[in-house]
């Protein structure tokens, strides 16, 4: 199956930093979307990404469709306790969504 | 909008018993339709989905089966459970624009 590597595996942060994460592929996608899973509770899509190149914000979270198509990042700018969580990137192929290995984030009061 | 709603949220089942996780969809037609299982709060593992009622696609042989009797409605089903079948299960919609997920199923086989 689609092998999708999302590093780092986690972070460990403090209040008010920012957080680069990244998402690359084997293979190419034409779209990019960003999950975040709080504990216990099913993922809630973040952003979505359908061009190459393309930069895409929502607050304070910033996403990016790399040009080659096999990769994507995702940067959280002054991180809240509230951004703890698992971040999952995904793409699509044939009637399915491919996810990756996700990135825990946790933040530090 | 899209709601999916899954139930139960948490259950303790012993080893063997039979498993039956319900998933139904509100404001769509048509939907596909997905069971995902999570270990130990990290990667998704797709075990089914389904385009249509009644089409069944399994994408890792277990000791799972899937259902889908009607347009809106998923089930997943176990005759007798494995310690191993442990773990967060979610149903999850969609596909063009990304999937919306329900909350989930906290399965602890004992």
């Known amino acids: 199956g689609q092998q999708l590597n999302q590093s780092p595996q986690s972070m460990f942060i403090q209040e008010g930093e920012d957080v680069s994460m990244n998402c690359t592929s084997s293979?190419?996608?034409?779209?990019w979307l960003w999950y975040k899973q709080d504990p216990g509770e099913g993922p809630v899509l973040l952003i979505a990404l359908y061009k190459a190149g393309e930069l895409t914000s929502n607050g304070r979270l910033t996403a990016q469709f790399g040009i080659t198509r096999k990769d994507s990042f995702l940067n959280i700018s002054a991180s809240i306790p509230s951004d703890v969580g698992i971040y999952f990137c995904a793409g699509p192929r044939a009637n399915q969504f491919y996810f990756g290995t996700g990135t825990s984030l946790t933040v530090i009061p | 909008s899209q709601t999916i709603h899954q139930w139960p949220a948490t259950l303790v089942q012993p080893v063997g018993s039979p498993l039956s996780l319900e998933c139904t969809v509100e404001g769509t037609s048509n939907p596909n339709l997905y069971w995902y299982r999570q270990a130990a709060g990290r990667g998704l593992q797709l075990l089914f989905y389904s385009v249509g009622i009644g089409q069944i696609s399994s994408e890792v042989p277990q000791n799972l089966s899937a259902s889908r009797p009607q347009d809106r409605q998923f089930i997943l089903s176990s005759k007798k459970l494995l310690l191993s079948d442990s773990g967060f299960y979610l149903c999850a919609q969609g596909l063009d624009y990304g999937y919306t997920f329900g909350s989930g199923t906290r399965l602890t086989v004992v």
């Open positions: 293979s190419i996608f034409n779209t």
